[in-house]
């Protein structure tokens, strides 16, 4: 009878683990597929691309500023039902966009895209924080950080496929049935609240402040999160405009060449998560953030000149984004008491958001420029790693229960 109860207990977390990955796939995934589709929606709309661009920095932001409040909504209430009902807005958001007229309206549903799915991910890491122990967590959120860089890295490669053979609707429309599986899954694995865990909560305040237990360790994961994301974003919005304009490539192959960076990833997070729970959450933060850094030099170096170089390039910074994730989130969740954890993974989230808005701010003004910007964006790109690398050192090597 033990025995019976144990194995439905692991069956039961794993269900979580994939309900957990499935959704936090939905806001990166959105945030990249559209990267390849600008074109198709400038033309469409009869706007310049760098009108059709505000989608991109738009989303970004939104998503930067409701996470925190979502996490901490979470705390305060239910996650489950608020995370599934997310998941539905999620769903007519896309629907809208798909059938948008013209600019403004699609801004609109892009927009509300970004508020349900700023509700998603943070209250799904803090279930991590809240359900899995210490000694497994560092593996789920490889897991699940590997899925979330996965959809980042493979939006290109999706969108591509889909706006060369059905037109730019087809990004938003693929949400639907993408949102239909996570929406089934979560309501089986995704588990109520506790009457406990709701009593805690009347009785505390919803402020971070004071549920701190290791700051240096979390303002480090926090930085190093934000600056490799910065790295990982101009990579993945620079390359296909790169290889389109310099090389003539069709949407479709641009992807096929950004995969070398997802499968990297998607190989190496679940490793990263091992390591992290093995060796402390510093170590593998630190040595990924270095294969980052080399995958940049590579990339900066190689340009649309060597191929085979961009390409080892990308594989090098799908690693080291792979290795590193799992000990930088855990750590930066770890690092605050349970009762604030959806705030924490907010406020995780929002600093990952902000070197994507920043990345994606100065790419826009670079492309508007009247003369090839490459290699200032690949110089920008080197020191973002770097400088990622240097926040990920400060964390400390320990972890909390």
């Known amino acids: 009878m033990p025995k019976m109860f144990a194995q439905r207990r692991v069956t039961s977390e794993h269900q979580l683990v994939a309900a957990i990955a499935l959704i936090t796939m939905l806001a990166p995934l959105n945030s990249t597929m559209i990267a ?16 059709a661009s505000v989608l991109v920095p738009t989303y970004l932001f939104v998503m930067a500023v409701l996470q925190p409040f979502a996490g901490g909504l979470g705390d305060r209430l239910d996650r489950r039902r608020l995370i599934l009902a997310s998941l539905l807005l999620f769903g007519v958001a896309s629907m809208g966009a798909a059938f948008a007229l013209n600019m403004p309206i699609l801004i609109f549903f892009r927009l509300l895209q970004a508020l349900s799915g700023a509700m998603v991910f943070p209250n799904g ?3 991590l924080r809240e359900v899995i122990p210490t000694e497994r967590r560092g593996r789920v959120s490889g ?13 290109p490669v999706i969108g591509g496929l889909l706006v060369q053979a059905f037109g730019w609707q087809s990004v938003f429309w693929t949400n639907v049935p993408f949102i239909a599986g996570a929406l089934a899954l ?53 390359v296909p405009v790169l290889l389109t304009r310099k090389l003539n490539w069709s949407p479709s192959w641009v992807g096929f060449i950004l995969a070398a960076l997802s499968v990297m990833s998607l190989v190496c997070a679940p490793i990263g998560g091992r390591w992290a729970d093995r060796m402390g959450r510093r170590r593998p933060v630190v040595l990924g953030l270095g294969v980052l850094i080399i995958g940049c030099v590579l990339l900066g170096i190689a340009q649309a000149r ?64 009247k003369n090839d910007q490459y290699n200032t964006i690949f110089v920008m790109i080197f020191i973002a790693a770097s400088l990622s690398a240097l926040a990920g050192s400060s964390m400390h090597p320990r972890f909390h229960e």
Not at 143 to 155: C, D, E, N, Q
Not at 322 to 344: C, L
Request: net charge positive; aromatic share 6%; glycine share 12%.
């Open 36 to 51: 390849v589709a600008l074109p198709s929606i400038a033309d469409s709309f009869h706007v310049e691309v760098s009108a």
């Open 306 to 369: 060597m191929l085979f170089m961009l390409i080892g390039g990308l594989m090098l910074m799908g690693a080291g984004l792979g290795i590193a994730g799992a000990g930088m989130q855990t750590a930066a969740i770890e690092a605050v008491s349970k009762r604030t954890a959806g705030i924490a993974a907010g406020l995780f989230s929002t600093s990952r958001y902000c070197g994507s808005i920043l990345g994606s701010s100065v790419w826009a003004v670079l492309l508007g420029a």
């Open 143 to 155: 897991t699940v950080g590997s899925a979330a860089s996965f959809a980042a890295a493979l939006g």
């Open 125 to 127: 890491v803090a279930l």
């Open 186 to 238: 979560g309501y089986i694995a995704i588990p109520s609240p506790q009457p406990h865990t709701v009593h805690i909560q009347e009785g505390k305040t919803n402020r971070l402040r004071g549920n701190i237990l290791d700051l240096r360790t979390f303002v480090a994961a926090n930085a190093a999160v934000a600056c490799s994301n910065l790295a990982m974003y101009v990579t993945l919005l620079a």
